[in-house]
C-alpha cells in the first residue's frame, strides 16, 4: 500500500497569514505530487503539481518537495476566507498510473 | 470545454438493493477513473480504464462492485448487493494521458450514496 500521510487539522489562520500544509509519502520512488482543494460537497480541484525537488511558485501558492526527506508541502500566502476547504495531497508512485490521496488538511482562514 | 458529467448527483437506498452510476468523460480524454470517497477521507481508486480496457481494479471489491466503459466513451459503476460501509461520494474523473500527471485530470461533482 502506497502510503500518503497528512495531518488531519483543523488548521486555522487569520487573514493575510501565511498557510502551511504538509504531507509525507511512504513510496519512495514517487515521480509527480499534486495538491487538490475540496470545498464541502464539492470535487477536488487541482491547484498545483510538482516533480522536481525544491519549490515551485503559482500566485500565492508555493509548492515544495523534499524527496529525500519524501516530504511535499504546500503554503499558501496571504491567505483569504475563500481559501478555507480541506486540501488533499496526491502521490504518483513509481509504478502504475493511479494518485494515491491522503486524507486531507482542513483549512479554516478566520476574517 | 464540458466537464466530466456524473448522475445521478445524490441517491440513497437500502442495504442489499443496487445501484448503478454513470459518467461521461471530458471529450476525448481516453483515461477514466472511479474513486470511492468516503466521509472525512481522501480519494481511493476503485478502477482506471484506457479507452474500453481495464488498466487497474486492483483495489475494486469485485464481489458487489463492477464497471464498465462501452465503446470507450461513458461509463457506468454498479454495487450490487449495496452494504452499509459503501456510503460514500463515488467520484469520476478523467484525463488525456494515461500517466497521472495531472494534467488535465479533472474531477466530475460525484455521486453521494447514502446506504440506510
Known amino acids: 500500500q502506497k502510503e500518503v500521510e497528512q495531518n488531519s487539522g483543523p488548521l486555522s489562520v487569520p487573514e493575510g497569514a501565511i498557510a502551511s500544509l504538509n504531507c509525507t509519502y511512504s513510496d519512495r520512488g514517487s515521480q509527480s505530487f499534486f495538491w487538490y482543494r475540496q470545498y464541502s460537497g464539492k470535487s477536488p480541484e487541482l491547484i498545483m503539481f510538482i516533480y522536481s525537488n525544491g519549490d515551485k511558485e503559482d500566485g500565492r501558492f508555493t509548492a515544495q518537495l523534499n524527496k529525500a526527506s519524501q516530504y511535499v508541502s504546500l503554503l499558501i500566502r496571504d491567505s483569504q476566507p475563500s481559501d478555507s476547504a480541506t486540501y488533499l495531497c496526491?502521490?504518483?508512485?513509481?509504478?502504475?498510473?493511479?494518485?494515491?490521496f491522503g486524507t486531507g488538511t482542513s483549512l479554516t482562514v478566520i476574517p | 470545454e464540458a466537464g466530466v458529467a456524473q448522475s445521478p448527483r445524490y441517491k440513497i437506498i437500502e442495504k442489499r438493493q443496487s445501484v448503478a452510476f454513470w459518467c461521461n468523460p471530458i471529450s476525448g480524454h481516453a483515461t477514466l477513473y472511479w474513486y470511492q470517497q468516503i466521509l472525512g477521507q481522501g480519494p481511493k481508486l476503485l478502477i482506471q480504464f484506457q479507452n474500453n480496457g481495464v488498466v487497474d481494479d486492483s483495489q475494486l471489491p469485485k464481489d458487489r462492485f463492477s464497471a464498465e466503459r462501452l465503446k470507450g466513451v461513458d461509463s457506468t459503476l454498479k454495487i450490487q448487493p449495496a452494504k452499509l460501509e459503501d456510503s460514500a461520494v463515488y467520484l469520476c474523473?478523467?484525463?488525456?494521458?494515461?500517466?497521472?500527471?495531472?494534467?488535465?485530470?479533472?474531477f466530475g461533482s460525484g455521486t453521494r450514496l447514502t446506504v440506510v
Open positions: 496526491a502521490v504518483n508512485p513509481s509504478t502504475g498510473n493511479q494518485f494515491y
Open positions: 474523473a478523467s484525463s488525456l494521458v494515461s500517466r497521472g500527471d495531472g494534467y488535465g485530470y479533472t
